[in-house]
C-alpha cells in the first residue's frame, strides 16, 4: 500500500511540474504574440504632422523642431545608452545623418532621461558624432507616443510623420525609410 502512494505522491508530482512548464510556456508565447502584434500595428501618429517641441541639446545648443518642420526630411531617434537595440542604432543613424546631410536631412538623437556624463562617455567611447538632444522627462517621447526603445520617426518635409520603427533595425530599412522622406 505504501508503494501505490508513493508513486501516486511521484505521479503527482511529476504532472504538477509538467503542467506548471505548459502553463509558463503558454503564458511566454501569448507575450510574444502580444508584443509582436502591436510591432505590426500602425503608429498613432502616423500620417500626421510632427509635433513641434524644444529640447536642450547634449552641445548647449537648444533643438527647435519648429525650424525645421515642413522645410527638412528628419529623423528622430529615440534612445538610451542602456538599450542594446539603440546601441546596435547609433552607429547606423550617425552614418545615415552624415550621408544624407546634403540631402537636407535633420538627424535629432532624442535621449531619454540620462545624465550629460553618461551620454557624452558612450558616444566617446564609439566615436559616434550626432546631435543629441537631452528628453530629461521624457516629455518629447511622450509627445511622440515612444512605449519602447529604440523608435524612430520618419517625418517627409511637409511635416508628415511617415513611417514609425519600433526596435532594431538594420541598415537597408533604415536607408529605405530614409529615402522615402528625402
Request: hydrophobic share 45%; with cysteine; aromatic share 6%.
Given at each position: 500500500m505504501s508503494i501505490g502512494l508513493s508513486e501516486s505522491t511521484a505521479q503527482t508530482k511529476r504532472t504538477g511540474w509538467l503542467n506548471g512548464r505548459v502553463v509558463l510556456v503558454a503564458a511566454l508565447l501569448l507575450a510574444v504574440w502580444a508584443g509582436y502584434a502591436m510591432f505590426l500595428r500602425k503608429h498613432p501618429l502616423e500620417g500626421k504632422t510632427a509635433p513641434p517641441f524644444t529640447a536642450p541639446m547634449l552641445d548647449g545648443a537648444v533643438f527647435d523642431m519648429a525650424e525645421h518642420l515642413g522645410k527638412n526630411p528628419i529623423l528622430l531617434d529615440f534612445w538610451a545608452a542602456w538599450c542594446p537595440p539603440?546601441?546596435?542604432?547609433?552607429?547606423?543613424?550617425?552614418?545615415?545623418?552624415?550621408?544624407?546631410?546634403?540631402?537636407?536631412?535633420?538627424?535629432?538623437?532624442?535621449?531619454?532621461?540620462?545624465?550629460?556624463?553618461?551620454?557624452?562617455?558612450?558616444?566617446?567611447?564609439?566615436?559616434?558624432?550626432?546631435?543629441?538632444?537631452?528628453?530629461?522627462?521624457?516629455?518629447?517621447?511622450?509627445?511622440?507616443?515612444?512605449?519602447?526603445?529604440?523608435?524612430?520617426?520618419?517625418?517627409?518635409?511637409?511635416?508628415?510623420?511617415?513611417?514609425?520603427?519600433t526596435g532594431a533595425v538594420s541598415e537597408s530599412e533604415l536607408e529605405r525609410n530614409i529615402r522615402k522622406i528625402l
Open positions: 539603440c546601441r546596435e542604432a547609433l552607429p547606423k543613424i550617425a552614418n545615415a545623418a552624415a550621408r544624407y546631410a546634403s540631402q537636407g536631412l535633420v538627424v535629432c538623437a532624442v535621449n531619454i532621461g540620462e545624465e550629460p556624463a553618461t551620454i557624452n562617455g558612450f558616444l566617446n567611447a564609439r566615436s559616434l558624432e550626432l546631435p543629441v538632444a537631452l528628453d530629461e522627462d521624457s516629455r518629447v517621447a511622450s509627445m511622440y507616443n515612444v512605449r519602447f526603445l529604440p523608435t524612430l520617426v520618419f517625418i517627409d518635409r511637409d511635416g508628415t510623420i511617415k513611417h514609425v520603427r
